[in-house]
């Protein structure tokens, strides 16, 4: 049922029936017009401001590196609400500049890019966060372990740039896989919670982990 004020949205010859789906979807979704209101850059800003709400994740945090950073909403609600805090982030996509946050379009499972990030943040960092999901193919299963291959990747990382305490969120897609991960994190980590923010779509599959408290040795495999 389509709710009072709903914009339709007509078909035209060159848009194809998912595309006009997506953008009856974009132009009624509230977050995006909250987005827009507020100076993001993306809905997924709000994704950060209720896991920041839930889990007090960004307040004391001085050194925070942004995996998928593009177009950029994590980073300006980490520069609002840790505004003394160093910033780096990577993409392969270009992402605008964000002033006090250092960007690399690079890919992030390139060793070099890994490298880069860690040299230009100058210290261990406090918190990584991770939105990173691989280009969907369509095969479900596929585009599970692809991310899901991306995601551990990015936790390996962490446990190599985090300070002792620190704190580590990335998006998971369900499926089989999400349970290895989840083991691999509490060896790394004294807790590890899972949450679907309110801003998350319901009928998407990804949920968030909340790593905290780093135990303070990298993974050794
Ligand atoms: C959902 S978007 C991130 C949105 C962002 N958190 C925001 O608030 O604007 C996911 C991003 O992950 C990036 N990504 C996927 N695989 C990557 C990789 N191997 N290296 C770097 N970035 C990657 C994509 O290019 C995409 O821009």
Do not use: C
């Amino acid at each position: 049922m389509k709710t009072p004020g709903h914009q339709r949205v007509k078909t035209a010859r060159r848009r194809t029936a998912a595309s006009t789906r997506w953008l009856e979807r974009q132009l009624n979704d509230p977050y995006v017009q909250k987005a827009q209101a507020e100076g993001y850059r993306s809905r997924a800003a709000f994704k950060l401001i209720e896991l920041d709400e839930r889990f007090s994740l960004l307040k004391n945090a001085r050194r925070i590196i942004d995996l998928g950073i593009a177009p950029g909403g994590w980073s300006q609600v980490a520069r609002k609400k840790a505004p003394q805090a160093k910033i780096v982030g990577i993409d392969l996509l270009e992402a605008a500049p964000i002033e006090g946050v250092t960007i690399f379009q690079n890919d992030f499972t390139d060793p070099e890019a890994q490298k880069k990030l860690i040299e230009a943040l100058g210290g261990a960092a406090d918190l990584v966060l991770s939105d990173m999901a691989a280009n969907t193919i369509g095969h479900a299963q596929t585009d599970h372990l692809r991310t899901m291959a991306l995601v551990e990747e990015a936790a390996v990382f962490a446990s190599e740039t985090l300070r002792e305490g620190g704190s580590f969120v990335a998006k998971v897609l369900a499926g089989g896989a999400d349970k290895d991960l989840v083991a691999l994190l509490k060896r790394l980590f004294g807790q590890v919670k899972h949450a679907k923010p309110p801003a998350s779509r319901r009928e998407s599959s990804e949920w968030y982990v909340i790593a905290q408290n780093f135990r303070g040795e990298a993974y050794q495999g």
